[in-house]
C-alpha cells in the first residue's frame, strides 16, 4: 500500500491503542521510515484529536533520544503518522527474552531515558506513559522514547483524566499523585521511569497485585521491596537513588536532569552515604522512601483488570477510584496531627503531676502541720487539664520546694492561684 503517494507500507510492527505502526520505505527520500496509522474508532470522538496531538507534541521534540517525527498527514480518511524507524526493540521486549539486566546496561538505559525526559520537559511536554513498551532499543545500545499519544503540554488546562472521568496510564507504572487523579508533572515522569528501572534490574515491577485498583493502592501507601534483596550485586548507590526516584512525594523526587547527571557520571557505582538522622527516609534521592500501612488487601475487592498486562490503564471511574483512597489519604493526613497532640497530653499531664507534687511537700511540711485537715485547692483554671504546647514545655522545669521559711514559688506560666490562709502554729521559745 502507498501512503501519501511516497510511503509504501511493507509489514506491521506494532499495534497499540489508537494505531498501528508498519515498517515502510519513503520513496521520495529513498530510505526506511516507520508510519503509523490511526484505527477506527467509532466510540471514541477524542481519538482523531489526540492522535493530532500525538504529531505536534513529538514534532516540537528534536532530541537524539526521542523518536523523531518526520510527516504528518490523511490518507483514506485515516490520519497517518510518519517516524523514524528504530531497528531494534523495546525493552518489554528485551525483558521477555533476557530476563533483568545488569547493572551497567540498566545505568546505560536510565541515563539516556533521563536525557529525554528532560529534552521533553524543557519544551513543556510531560509523556505519562513511560514503560517498558515504549523505550526502544537500538541495536548499537542507542535508547529512543517513542508513544507520546497521551503526552500533555504542562500549560493544558485539561486534567489528568480522559473525558469520560478515568484515568490514564499504564497502572504498574503510574506515579501516586496520577493515581489520586492529579495532574501529571515531569516528577511523574521520573517516578515512571523509576518503576521501569526497577523491573529492568529485578525482572518484576515494584508493586503487584490482582487487579489495577490494588496496585494504586500500593503506588500510594507500600514501600517496594529494596531491589539488592531481588538483584544479587546491585551497588548499594544504586539502589539509594532507584528508591528516591520512586519517592511517594513529587517534590521528593530528583529531576529528569539530575538522573542523567548522576547515572551519567558513574555515580550509581559507589557506596550508599549515610544521612544524618533527621534526614532520613524523607523521600531523598539518596535515601530510600518509608511510606506506612498497606491498602492493597482492601483494594481486592473492587472489579478491575488484571495489573500485569502492559496496555493503559483507564477501567476505574474517577469518582469511584477517589472515594476509595480518600479515607487512607485523610488518615495519612492526620497521623502528625494525632502523634502531636499525644505529645503535648503526655508533656502536659507529666507538668501538671509535678507541680501536684511540689504544692504537696510544701502544704505538708512540719511548719504547717501535717496532722491538719488539708484543705481543699480551688481549681485555677480548666486549661491545665487540655494542655498548649507551650505550657507542656514550661511544666517540665517545675522548681523543687523552698524552705519553709520562705514563700514557694510557683512554676513558670503556670497562673497564680488563691493564696492559703495563715495558720497559726506551736513553736518552742
Given at each position: 500500500m ?23 520505505f ?8 516507520a508510519?503509523?496509522l490511526?484505527?477506527p ?7 482523531p ?29 485515516r490520519?497517518?503518522?510518519?517516524m ?5 526493540e ?6 521477555t527474552?533476557?530476563g ?12 539516556q ?19 517498558p513498551?515504549?523505550?526502544l532499543?537500538?541495536a548499537?545500545?542507542?535508547l529512543?522514547?517513542g ?7 504542562l ?5 489528568a483524566l480522559?473525558a ?6 499504564t497502572?504498574l ?22 518503576c ?5 534490574l529485578?525482572g ?34 544504586f ?5 528516591g526516584?520512586l ?17 551519567g557520571r558513574?555515580?550509581?557505582r559507589?557506596?550508599?552515604?549515610p ?13 530510600p ?6 491498602a492493597?488487601?482492601?483494594a ?18 474517577a ?13 495519612r493526613a ?5 502523634r ?16 501536684a507534687v511540689?504544692v504537696?511537700?510544701?502544704w ?8 491538719q485537715?488539708?484543705q481543699?485547692?480551688p ?12 505550657a ?7 522548681l523543687?520546694?523552698?524552705p ?26
Amino acid at each position: 500500500m502507498l501512503i501519501a503517494g511516497r510511503y509504501r507500507l511493507r509489514d506491521t510492527i506494532g499495534r497499540g491503542a489508537m494505531g498501528e505502526v508498519w515498517r515502510a520505505f519513503d520513496e521520495t527520500l529513498g530510505r526506511p521510515v516507520a508510519v503509523k496509522l490511526l484505527l477506527p474508532h467509532d466510540t471514541d470522538s477524542t481519538a482523531p484529536s489526540r492522535f493530532r496531538l500525538e504529531a505536534q507534541t513529538a514534532g516540537r521534540l528534536n532530541h537524539p533520544h526521542v523518536v523523531a517525527v518526520l510527516d504528518f498527514g490523511e490518507h483514506d480518511d485515516r490520519l497517518f503518522l510518519v517516524m523514524e524507524l528504530v531497528e531494534g526493540e523495546s525493552l518489554a521486549e528485551l525483558l521477555t527474552g533476557s530476563g533483568p539486566l545488569p547493572s551497567e546496561q540498566v545505568a546505560h538505559i536510565a541515563a539516556q531515558a533521563a536525557l529525554g525526559l528532560a529534552a521533553a520537559h524543557r519544551q513543556g511536554i510531560v509523556h505519562r506513559d513511560i514503560k517498558p513498551a515504549n523505550l526502544l532499543l537500538a541495536a548499537d545500545g542507542t535508547l529512543k522514547i517513542g508513544d507520546f499519544g497521551i503526552a500533555r503540554f504542562l500549560d493544558d488546562p485539561g486534567a489528568a483524566l480522559t473525558a469520560t472521568g478515568q484515568i490514564v496510564g499504564t497502572s504498574l507504572y503510574l506515579a501516586p499523585e496520577r493515581a489520586l487523579g492529579r495532574t501529571a508533572g515531569p516528577a511523574s515522569d521520573v517516578y515512571s521511569l523509576g518503576c521501569v528501572l526497577y523491573q529492568l534490574l529485578t525482572g518484576r515491577p515494584p508493586f503487584q497485585a490482582d487487579s489495577a485498583l490494588a496496585v494504586l493502592h500500593q503506588h500510594l501507601d507500600s514501600a517496594p521491596v529494596p531491589p539488592r534483596q531481588l538483584s544479587a550485586g546491585l551497588p548499594p548507590a544504586f539502589e539509594s537513588y532507584l528508591l528516591g526516584l520512586l519517592a511517594k512525594e513529587p517534590e521528593s523526587r530528583p529531576t529528569a536532569e539530575e538522573v542523567a547527571d548522576w547515572f551519567g557520571r558513574g555515580a550509581w557505582r559507589g557506596a550508599r552515604e549515610p544521612l544524618p538522622s533527621e534526614h532520613r527516609h524523607h523521600g531523598r534521592p539518596d535515601q530510600p522512601h518509608n511510606t506506612g500501612s498497606r491498602a492493597a488487601a482492601s483494594a481486592s475487592s473492587f472489579s478491575a483488570p488484571t495489573a500485569h498486562s502492559d496496555r493503559a490503564f483507564a477501567p476505574v471511574a474517577a469518582t469511584e477510584w477517589q472515594t476509595s483512597v480518600h479515607r487512607a489519604s485523610t488518615r495519612r493526613a492526620h497521623l502528625p496531627f494525632l502523634r502531636r497532640s499525644r505529645l503535648v497530653a503526655v508533656l502536659g499531664g507529666a507538668g501538671v503531676f509535678t507541680l501536684a507534687v511540689v504544692v504537696g511537700l510544701v502544704w505538708f511540711s512540719p511548719d504547717n502541720g501535717s496532722a491538719q485537715e488539708p484543705q481543699t485547692i480551688p481549681s485555677t483554671s480548666t486549661s491545665s487539664a487540655t494542655p498548649s504546647p507551650s505550657a507542656s514545655y514550661a511544666t517540665d522545669s517545675a522548681l523543687p520546694p523552698q524552705p519553709a521559711e520562705q514563700k514557694p514559688e510557683s512554676a513558670p506560666d503556670a497562673e497564680p492561684g488563691p493564696k492559703k490562709a495563715h495558720r497559726p502554729g506551736k513553736h518552742k521559745h
